[in-house]
C-alpha cells in the first residue's frame, strides 16, 4: 500500500480543546501527523499528515467536529493552481 | 431560591438572576424534559439541591451507568432527547460506557456531570477527573463550562448539536463554583439545524438507476427511523415493491409481515436477505453504514451491486464501499421523491421464494424451552406498540431475528457498541417515555443481566412495570458459541453455573418471578407474565448447546453461511 501525504488547513473555533479533537480524529482515523502550524490567535491550523487511506477520510470526519469550521485540502488548491 | 421562583422563571423571557444549578432546572423544563436519570456526589450537590423542589422528576438510577443507559431507553423509546447526571471523577467515568453505546448509535442524549471548583481544576483535586478529555471520543461534541455567564447558551447549544443532523450524546460539566454562582440570564430553548437539502438532478438520476435495475435491493438502517420516515419509507414499500432487508437498528421500520421484506441482513441475518442482497445489482442504502457485521467480508458484499447511498451524514458515504450515486440530506424528503413504478416480477418471486424457502423453523421436538419458539410466541401475544429492550449475545439475535416490531422505537438494542448490561436500564428508560398501556419487556441473559443487576432497585423503588424475561443458559452464550465453533471447544471462562438463583434475587427487590424449564410450561407462564400487574421476572432456563442460526463466520462473505452444526 501506498502512503499518500497530504496538507490540509483548518480553520477552527477557539475552544482550549480544538486541537486535541482534531489530533485524536487524525491518529484514530489512520492518519500520522507529520508536521503542523498552529495559530491560536487567528484559529488557523495548517496540518500534514500521512496515510494508507484516501484523504476525504480524514477531511470528512474533520468536518464533523464542532470546533472546525472550514478544511482545505491544499494539495488539491495546488493541483487546481498547477492545472 | 425557592421552588415556585424557579417555577415562574421558566416562563420569564426577561434576563433573571438565579443560581447556576436552578438555572440548570429551570431550562430543562423549558426545554421540554419531563425525566431525568441520575445519581448524586460531591460535586454535583448544588444540582441536586435544586432538583430537590425544582418540579423536574428525577429518577434515581442504582448506578451512573444505569443512568445513562435509562436515557439512552428514553431517547430511543420516545425519539426525544435523554438526560442523564452524575457527579464528578467516578460518576462522569461511569457515565462514559453509555455515551459511547449512545455515540455508535446516534442516540441524542445530554449528560450534565458536576466537576471540582474551577480554581482546583488540573489539581488532582479529591474527585477530579478530565472529563472533557475522556469526553471527546465517545461523543459528539462536549463542554466543560468556563464561565457561568455561559452557562445558559452552553445548555442550548448542547440539546441543539444532540438532536441536530445525525444525533449524537453531548456532555456538559459543570464546575461546582458554577452550579453555586448567582447567573443573570435569558433562557431560550435549543433549536434544529437546518438540513442541508440535496440537488433535484441527483433525485433524477437515483430515479433512472433504480427504474434501470432489475434486481434491487432495500438495505435500511436505523437512520430512516430517527429522520421519521418510517411512514415514508412503508409507503415506498407499497409502492415499489421493492424487496428489503434492515438492520438490527433498522428492525421494524418494515415490517417483516410485508411480502418481499426479508428481515435483518448480516452476520445473523436471514438467509433469504443476505442471498437476495448478494444477488442484488442495486442497493439502496437508506440510513445505513456498511457496518462489517452487516456486510462479512467487505469485498465480497453484493459485489455486483450498484450502490445508491442515501445519507444525512456525509462521512458515511464513500466510507467503507464506493457508492455510484449518493445523496446527502434527509431522508423524509427524499424517500417520497424516489418512488416510481417498477417492473421487478421475476425479482420479487425470486426472494419471496427464497424468504418461504429459508423461512424459520419453530420444530423443537424435544422438552426443552427453544428460545426462539418462545420469543416468536411473546411477539404474536404483545401489542404493537409494546417495547422490547435487549441486552447484548444469543438472546438479542434471537429477538432480533424472531421478534415482529412494527417501528424502530420500540426495539431498544444496543447495536454499534454491543453493551452488555444495556437492557435492564434501557428498558426503564423506555418505562417513562411510553404510556403505562403499552407494555416494556426487558429480554436478557444470564451473563447481560449481572452487569446491571443493580438497577432492580430502581424498579422497587419507582414501583415500575416493566417484564423481564431472562434467558438463562448459564453461560455467556455468544462467546461460548464462538469458543465451540472457532476456538476448538477451549471454554474459557464462559461458564456460569455459578449464577445466583434469580428468582430469590428478584423477591428481594419484591419483583415476582418464575422459573421455567420446559416447553409445556411456557404459554402459561408467558400468560401469567403478561397477566401479572408490577414488574415480573420469568427466568427461562434453556439448553446451553442452542445456538444462533445461521451464522456469517469472521471474514467469510455473507453468501456462506453456516447453518445448524
Redesign the interface.
Known amino acids: 500500500m501506498t502512503l499518500h501525504t497530504n496538507n490540509l488547513k483548518l480553520i477552527v473555533n477557539q475552544s482550549p480543546e480544538v486541537l486535541e479533537r482534531i489530533l485524536r480524529v487524525a491518529r484514530h482515523r489512520g492518519f500520522e501527523v507529520k508536521l503542523m502550524h498552529w495559530n491560536s490567535e487567528r484559529g488557523e491550523l495548517e496540518i500534514t499528515v500521512s496515510s494508507q487511506r484516501a484523504i476525504h477520510l480524514l477531511m470528512s470526519q474533520l468536518k464533523k467536529i464542532f470546533d472546525v469550521k472550514q478544511v482545505i485540502d491544499l494539495n488539491e488548491q495546488i493541483d487546481a493552481k498547477s492545472a | 431560591m425557592t421552588a415556585e421562583l424557579v417555577t415562574d422563571l421558566t416562563n420569564n423571557t426577561k434576563a433573571t438572576t438565579m443560581r447556576g444549578a436552578d438555572l440548570l432546572v429551570s431550562y430543562l423544563k423549558k426545554e421540554g424534559v419531563d425525566t431525568v436519570f441520575g445519581y448524586p456526589g460531591g460535586a454535583i450537590m448544588p444540582v441536586y439541591d435544586a432538583l430537590y423542589d425544582g418540579g423536574l422528576k428525577h429518577v434515581l438510577c442504582r448506578h451512573e451507568q444505569g443512568a445513562a443507559f435509562a436515557a439512552l431507553g428514553y431517547a430511543r423509546a420516545s425519539g426525544n432527547v435523554g438526560v442523564c447526571i452524575a457527579t464528578s471523577g467516578p460518576g462522569a467515568t461511569n457515565l462514559i460506557t453509555g455515551l459511547a453505546d449512545a455515540y455508535m448509535d446516534s442516540v441524542p442524549v445530554v449528560a450534565i456531570t458536576g466537576q471540582v471548583t474551577s480554581a482546583v481544576i488540573g489539581t488532582d483535586a479529591f474527585q477530579e477527573m478530565d472529563v472533557?478529555?475522556m469526553s471527546?471520543?465517545c461523543t459528539?461534541?462536549s463542554f466543560m463550562v468556563?464561565n457561568k455567564d455561559e452557562l445558559a447558551s452552553v445548555l442550548q447549544q448542547a440539546f441543539s448539536?444532540a438532536k441536530s443532523g445525525r444525533p449524537g450524546p453531548v456532555l456538559v460539566d459543570i464546575p461546582k463554583d458554577i452550579q453555586l454562582a448567582d447567573i443573570e440570564a435569558i433562557l431560550e430553548t435549543s433549536t434544529v439545524d437546518e438540513i442541508a437539502s440535496y440537488d433535484e438532478a441527483q433525485i433524477a438520476q437515483a430515479i433512472e438507476l433504480i427504474q434501470q435495475a432489475k434486481k434491487p435491493i432495500l438495505y435500511v438502517g436505523g437512520g430512516v427511523g430517527m429522520a421519521n420516515a418510517v411512514d415514508e419509507l412503508q409507503h415506498f414499500v407499497d409502492t415499489t415493491g421493492i424487496p428489503s432487508v434492515t438492520t438490527l437498528k433498522g428492525i421494524g421500520t418494515i415490517a417483516n409481515t410485508k411480502p418481499y421484506a426479508l428481515g435483518m441482513l448480516g452476520m445473523h441475518g436471514t438467509k433469504a436477505g443476505n442471498l437476495c442482497v448478494q444477488e442484488s445489482d442495486l442497493l439502496i442504502v437508506m440510513g445505513a453504514r456498511f457496518d462489517d457485521r452487516v456486510t462479512g467480508r467487505l469485498e465480497s458484499f453484493a459485489a455486483n451491486a450498484k450502490v445508491l447511498h442515501i445519507d444525512i451524514?456525509?462521512?458515511e458515504?464513500?466510507?467503507l464501499r464506493a457508492s455510484d450515486l449518493s445523496i446527502q440530506g434527509d431522508l423524509i424528503k427524499i424517500i417520497p421523491a424516489l418512488e416510481v413504478p417498477l417492473n421487478i416480477q421475476d425479482w420479487q418471486q425470486y426472494c419471496s421464494e427464497l424468504k418461504d424457502k429459508y423461512r424459520w423453523d419453530y420444530n423443537a421436538p424435544y422438552r426443552s424451552i427453544y428460545a426462539p419458539k418462545l420469543l416468536s410466541q411473546l411477539s404474536e401475544q404483545l401489542p404493537r406498540k409494546s417495547v422490547m429492550s435487549c441486552d447484548v449475545g444469543q438472546h438479542q439475535m434471537w429477538v432480533a431475528q424472531h421478534v415482529n416490531f412494527t417501528n424502530p422505537r420500540n426495539h431498544l438494542s444496543s447495536s454499534g457498541l454491543g453493551t452488555m448490561g444495556f437492557g435492564l436500564p434501557a428498558g426503564i428508560g423506555a418505562r417513562y417515555a411510553r404510556p403505562n398501556d403499552e407494555p416494556v419487556i426487558v429480554v436478557s441473559g444470564d451473563g447481560s443481566f449481572m452487569m446491571n443487576v443493580q438497577e432492580l432497585g430502581t424498579i422497587k423503588r419507582e414501583q415500575l412495570n416493566v417484564k423481564i424475561v431472562l434467558i438463562d443458559n448459564q453461560r455467556l452464550g455468544m462467546v461460548r458459541q464462538w469458543q465451540q465453533l472457532f476456538f476448538e471447544e477451549r471454554y474459557s471462562e464462559t461458564i456460569l453455573t455459578d449464577n445466583p438463583d434469580f428468582v430469590t434475587l428478584a423477591s428481594a427487590f419484591d419483583i415476582e418471578a418464575k422459573t421455567i424449564t420446559l416447553q409445556d410450561e411456557v404459554q402459561p407462564a408467558l400468560d401469567e407474565m403478561l397477566n401479572s400487574k408490577g414488574a415480573y421476572l420469568l427466568h427461562v432456563r434453556i439448553n446451553e448447546a442452542d445456538n444462533v442460526w445461521p451464522l456469517v463466520p469472521p471474514g467469510a462473505s455473507n453468501a456462506d453461511m453456516m447453518e445448524n452444526v
Do not use: T, Y
Open positions: 472533557l478529555g471527546l471520543s459528539k461534541h468556563q448539536i451524514d456525509p462521512a458515504i464513500n466510507k
